[in-house]
């Protein structure tokens, strides 16, 4: 009777799981397997409105496995130690494991690599669509400018999407550590797991993801980033699901899937870059805590900042548009160190991922791989733009409630207790045009 470990990771679901299918097809018995590691808490990355979603998920996925006669197995502790230590008590011939991006993930492997040897398979393939390094530019070892990235994604090599098993046989008598979830989270955060994010894919409507996903008064983008960072979802197989529809919608959405594999390849390429700028420009950046404060608590006196930093804090989430607005404010309006913002996001985005956050924060701020680092987003024009007749602010400011259309942009005089701009409007550009070198 033989036996495999599926560790599993940023990979928490049974369909299209090469882990899962890898350990399924070479062994007789699977033990499933998730390792909760003090090291992410010690790190800070174990913020509590992840942990809750990702208790959510190791219930779900404890549920679908036990639905198919096997069942999940939690340890805490080191993910080398317990794996090996699981994989002598199971006599365990063979570990599989998703490959990661990150430098902890990096670390992670070298260490299940010593204590495992010739008995761990690391499989790509699984958090992103195409691995990192499996496609880059005549000598170089990434790609730093997305359009280029982008076509050379488009006719990469695909796996085949695989199905989840049917039925699984697991050794008994093994013991599980709870998991613990300590810390407030935001009383709108959505559930986890995923079954939860198979339902929302399944009532989404892909169609009209290129009309809407900008329109921040519709919230009819696909909300599925928090299940694709926990791998509730697979990417390859939305990519898949995508390209079968077909339109506009469809490419505009694979597109977006496409730029979350650029950010994984250049992490993995510069892991640094989660901390250092991608491109030092000598910036001379301004530090003021007390706006910084005011925008972290949507209290800016901009109703389209404002709006959004308090759905940030409400459900852990908000739509990319709202993203980029916020943080081109703090990063080029303020002119703030773009890791003040990114770590308050990754305190409580549920699908804080350091590739994406980390990244797309130094896109904003111009240190990053825009080829437009001058970029930079007028809050009163992208408001006008993307929430024209003010419904996205009326839903989340509710002292401006009474603004009628988009009179609710510019409150001046009629703000009813909402604080007055911490910038002058006329002063959006300056700090920002002053600081660069």
């Keep these: 009777m033989t036996v495999s470990i599926a560790l599993f990771t ?3 679901r049974l369909h299209d799981n090469p882990v899962l299918h890898a350990a399924h097809t070479s062994a007789d018995q699977v033990v499933p397997l998730f390792v ?3 090291a992410v808490e010690a790190a800070g990355f174990a913020a509590p409105n992840r942990q809750a979603f990702l208790a959510d998920c190791l219930a779900d996925l404890d549920a679908s496995l036990r639905g198919i006669g096997s069942r999940l197995t939690v340890r805490r502790g080191d993910a080398a130690e317990q794996t090996a230590g699981l994989a002598a008590e199971t006599g365990a011939t063979t570990v ?3 490959a990661g991006v990150t430098g902890f993930a990096h670390r992670r492997e070298v260490r299940l690599r010593k204590a495992l040897g010739d008995r761990l398979h690391v499989h790509d393939a699984s958090v992103t669509v195409v691995p990192p390094g499996r496609i880059t530019p005549v000598g170089r070892d990434h790609y730093a400018v997305f359009t280029p990235y982008h076509r050379a994604w488009q006719e990469a090599p695909r796996r085949t999407v695989l199905a989840a098993p049917r039925a699984l046989r697991t050794p008994g008598g093994l013991g599980s550590d709870p998991l613990l979830v300590s810390g407030t989270t935001s009383p709108g955060l959505p559930p986890g797991g995923e079954s939860a994010g198979r339902a929302r894919w399944r009532t989404w409507d892909i169609d009209a993801y290129a009309d809407v996903h900008d329109d921040l008064a519709a919230d009819d983008t696909s909300r599925l980033s928090p299940y694709l960072h926990f791998g509730c979802l697979s990417p390859t197989e939305l990519v898949a699901h995508a390209r079968r529809h077909d339109g506009e919608g469809a490419r505009a959405f694979v597109r977006q899937l496409a730029w979350r594999d650029f950010h994984h390849q250049v992490l993995a390429a510069r892991p640094d870059a989660a901390r250092r700028d991608y491109r030092d420009h000598d910036d001379h950046r301004h530090h003021d805590e007390e706006e910084a ?15 959004g930093m308090r759905q940030l804090a409400h459900e852990g989430w908000m739509p990319n548009r709202a993203r980029l607005i916020t943080a081109s404010f703090l990063a080029k309006s303020l002119y703030q160190d773009w890791r003040i913002g990114a770590a308050h996001f990754l305190s409580l985005l549920v699908d804080g991922d350091v590739a994406n956050n980390q990244l797309n924060w130094q896109w904003v701020a111009g240190t990053g791989t825009d080829t437009r680092p001058n970029r930079m987003l007028n809050p009163l024009r992208q ?15 509710p002292e401006l409630a009474h603004l009628p259309g988009p009179a609710v942009h510019r409150p001046g005089l009629f703000a009813n207790g909402y604080p007055a701009p911490i910038i002058a409007p006329d002063a959006l550009t300056a700090r920002f045009r002053h600081g660069r070198a």
């Design 10 to 12: 940023q990979d928490l």
């Design 36 to 38: 909760s590691d003090p």
């Design 96 to 98: 599989h494991v998703a």
């Design 293 to 307: 404060e005011a925008w972290r608590q949507g209290r800016t006196g901009y109703p389209i900042i404002d709006a």
């Design 383 to 397: 408001a006008d733009r993307y929430d024209p007749d003010g419904a996205y602010v009326r839903r989340w400011i």
